[in-house]
């Protein structure tokens, strides 16, 4: 039955086998062609393009180092394990010798005896127990090998008295090839045998002892000690032997360590350098006279690794006790960047040996580095804190700008008091970045160093007005760490050093974290498109978490402003749907231009414009992006309202011609500010025209068609032009003159006159 199954699968494999290879023939025939075309062949079966293919290029590359980092991990999450099992099986393998030696002495001690040999027979005996008498020859006369036999034992004793170890060896070796060659030729009987074999393994045990109690000796070290440890080894004891050569050189640091004191030294890395430089040192030796004498044999090889390892841990408790815990509960970073970057460089130079010790190191230190890392962003913070209660929010030059040497303002930046020491710290921070990324703790610093900004960010937002209730209780709770930024150039420097700090200075040093440098020297407009370009995927997305937080600075700076335009201290709002119903009724008391509301978002762009001139030079797209996204949130509540339309389209009264040509004035007014000053983004041009359609679909409810009542585009342009012009302090021209006075510029500045003075009161 087995047989028919056998042949079955037999018969199945080959089956199977011819049909790949018919398929695996088939696959080969175009290449077999004398017309085949191979880049032709690429390009029809390949449906990637020379971009796809670089970028697969450099994820299998990436692949390929992921995959070799995940290797090297789990080979060393492993390797004590492998080398604990190796070790024992190397003195398995020791103990099955000894075994084997013992049984063939028993058995030769068996067959003696079944042979009926008497000792009380021999002719010839001496005091070590050896007889001539049993040997072949019959002659009396005593031949060389009875003289050597009985002058053996006393001449081991001798060198071993003298401690003449080479000689011992020999005299050993020679023991043992005599007795090789008695047992193939029998040319002794077995009772001189087992004699000779036990004389031979007494004095072996015994020259053992003494090159092992040799090698424990302080004293002993460097060629004295190898020859200990080589001779041991060759009398076929190489584990114990390999044991008390690392044993030997645990000792002698050990005890050069006796001198080290921690607080001898002025800082930790001076302690650091001194114990590494003899724990490293001593391991280097080791594994120099490891290879030295037991080659590569991977027994040996475990064990000193495992040794090794262990030396790299006791130094690694030594310097986290005495130089790294002090440090980084101070969170002197650099202190313990400076103590681990020594103990890695004395580390590293024991790879050319074969040991790669590092990541024990790093693994051991990667707490203390963590703990400094949190200790100094802490510090940064709290000091960060103190300098924001008393800032100016005066924008100006680091204090040592003018000191430094060779150093102009051109690449220098203006900042508040605060925000210099925030970017001081910072720059500080990154000094010292190489253990951070050896220990795989860029990410956990970037992320750190955005909860510190952030930090920083909603203390410049606490700096900013707010209303009067919320700056009661914010009084009350005793929390108030924070000057008030009261004028709109104090404000405007808020966001100049929160929008310089997410994006330059703190994207600019995070660059080190990559180990990119850049050219301090290098023209502006290249070194950013540089930067951008080499920024890492983690970096742009830091870099987007910054831009976020300072986001919502600018959102509660519009949102502040826009609401002091619109309502009053008091509350009251100053745009109200019965300001267009009203109209109606006093046609002849109207003089047509914006409202006064209006007037006053166009005054406070143009005040801000001006200030942020001065202070985003070569930022000015920043500016611009402020100044719209404060029209688009006027304009936008203006949409929102919902109080404000449900009058205008279900009041008791409707909305006039009169109060729809000066809202469409209004709109036009904004539209025509915002265009002019470079700040109309599709997004509010798109609310305008909503707001506008609302209005007149509101009109049309009342029967009458709001394009018949509204005048030409053209009389809203002048009307709009005139009031920028006058609100801008320049006259009209009127035939080539200015017209310095003028009712329409008097109405303008009293109606504003009067928005600030409802404001203020």
């Not at 049909?19 to 077999?32: A, C, I, Q, R, S």
């Not at 005996?125 to 003289?147: C, Q």
């Not at 001798?158 to 030729?185: C, Y």
């Not at 402020?626 to 909305?655: A, C, K, N």
């Amino acid at each position: 039955m087995t047989t028919v199954k056998s042949s079955s699968r037999s018969r199945a494999t080959a089956a199977s086998v011819k049909e790949n290879g018919v398929k695996l023939e088939e696959g080969l025939t175009p290449f077999k062609s004398d017309r085949f075309d191979a880049e032709f062949y690429v390009q029809s079966n390949s449906s990637l393009n020379d971009k796809e293919i670089k970028q697969l290029c450099t994820y299998l590359v990436d692949l390929k180092r992921a995959s070799a980092e995940e290797m090297r991990r789990s080979v060393y999450a492993n390797y004590a394990a492998f080398i604990r099992t190796s070790k024992e099986i190397s003195d398995l393998e020791g103990e099955l010798s000894s075994i084997k030696n013992l049984l063939s002495t028993q058995a030769t001690l068996i067959h003696g005896l079944a042979d009926g040999v008497h000792v009380d027979q021999l002719s010839i005996s001496d005091s070590n127990g050896f007889s001539v008498s049993g040997l072949d020859s019959e002659d009396t006369e005593i031949s060389d090998l009875d003289k050597w036999l009985v002058e053996f034992p006393d001449l081991l004793d001798v060198l071993l008295a003298e401690r003449r170890v080479d000689e011992a060896l020999a005299a050993l070796d020679e023991g043992e090839r005599v007795v090789s060659e008695a047992k193939e030729m029998k040319s002794l009987n077995p009772s001189l045998l087992l004699s000779l074999q036990s004389s031979i393994t007494e004095r072996r045990q015994k020259l053992a002892d003494q090159l092992a109690e040799a090698a424990c000796q302080p004293s002993t070290r460097g060629a004295e000690l190898r020859a200990s440890v080589s001779a041991l080894k060759k009398l076929g004891d190489g584990p114990h032997a390999h044991s008390l050569l690392l044993n030997a050189h645990l000792q002698r640091y050990q005890y050069n360590m006796q001198s080290l004191r921690p607080s001898n030294t002025s800082y930790g890395g001076a302690y650091t350098a001194a114990l590494a430089q003899l724990v490293f040192s001593a391991v280097a030796q080791a594994a120099s006279d490891s290879l030295a004498i037991f080659g590569e044999e991977p027994a040996y090889s475990s064990e000193l690794v495992m040794w090794a390892t262990k030396q790299t841990e006791a130094f690694a408790l030594l310097v986290k006790r005495h130089a790294l815990a002090s440090s980084a509960a101070a969170g002197g970073l650099r202190a313990a960047a400076e103590c681990v970057q020594i103990a890695l460089g004395h580390c590293s130079l024991l790879e050319a040996r074969g040991l790669a010790l590092c990541p024990v190191l790093l693994k051991l230190f990667r707490p203390s580095v963590e703990q400094a890392l949190d200790a100094n962003l802490k510090r940064i913070q709290e000091s960060t804190a103190a300098m924001a209660a008393a800032d100016d929010w005066v924008l100006t030059y680091p204090p040592n700008a003018n000191r430094q040497s060779g150093s102009t303002t051109a690449f220098q930046h203006k900042l508040t008091s605060s925000a210099h020491r925030f970017n001081l710290m910072v720059q500080d921070f990154f000094e010292d970045v190489g253990p951070l990324l050896s220990m795989q703790l860029g990410g956990q610093a970037l992320e750190g160093l955005f909860q510190v900004f952030h930090f920083y960010m909603n203390m410049l937002i606490k700096a900013l007005p707010e209303s009067m209730d919320e700056e009661e209780s914010f009084e009350d709770s005793g929390n108030k760490i924070v000057r008030m930024a009261e004028t709109e150039a104090q404000q405007i420097a808020l966001l100049a050093n929160a929008s310089l700090l997410a994006d330059e200075l703190l994207p600019r040093a995070a660059m080190k974290l990559s180990s990119i440098n850049q050219d301090p020297y290098k023209d502006d407009n290249r070194r950013r498109t540089s930067e951008r370009q080499n920024r890492h995927p983690e970096q742009r997305e830091w870099r987007r978490r910054l831009v976020g937080s300072v986001d919502k600075l600018k959102d509660t700076f519009c949102r502040q402003h826009a609401l002091g335009l619109i309502f009053t201290e008091e509350g009251d709002s100053l745009l109200t749907a019965d300001m267009y119903i009203n109209m109606d009724g006093n046609a002849d008391d109207i003089e047509w231009i914006p409202s006064s509301i209006f007037q006053e978002l166009f005054i406070k762009l143009n005040r801000m414009a001006n200030i942020a001139a001065d202070m985003f030079v070569g930022r000015e797209r920043f500016a611009t992006l402020l100044l719209m996204r404060l029209t688009e949130t006027v304009i936008l509540w203006i949409s929102e309202d919902q109080s404000f339309w449900d009058d205008i389209e279900e009041g008791p009264r409707p909305l006039g011609p009169l109060g729809l040509q000066q809202f469409y004035l209004d709109m036009k007014f904004v539209v025509c500010f915002a265009s002019n000053g470079r700040y109309l983004s599709r997004n509010l041009q798109r609310i305008v025209n909503e707001i506008i359609t609302k209005a007149m679909t509101a009109f049309s409810a009342t029967g009458l068609d709001p394009y018949g009542e509204l005048p030409e585009d053209e009389w809203f342009n002048e009307i709009c032009q005139d009031a920028m012009e006058r609100l801008s302090g320049k006259p009209k021209e009127i035939n080539g003159e200015r017209e310095l006075s003028s009712p329409t510029a008097s109405v303008s500045a009293q109606s504003i006159s009067s928005v600030r003075s409802h404001n203020s009161s």
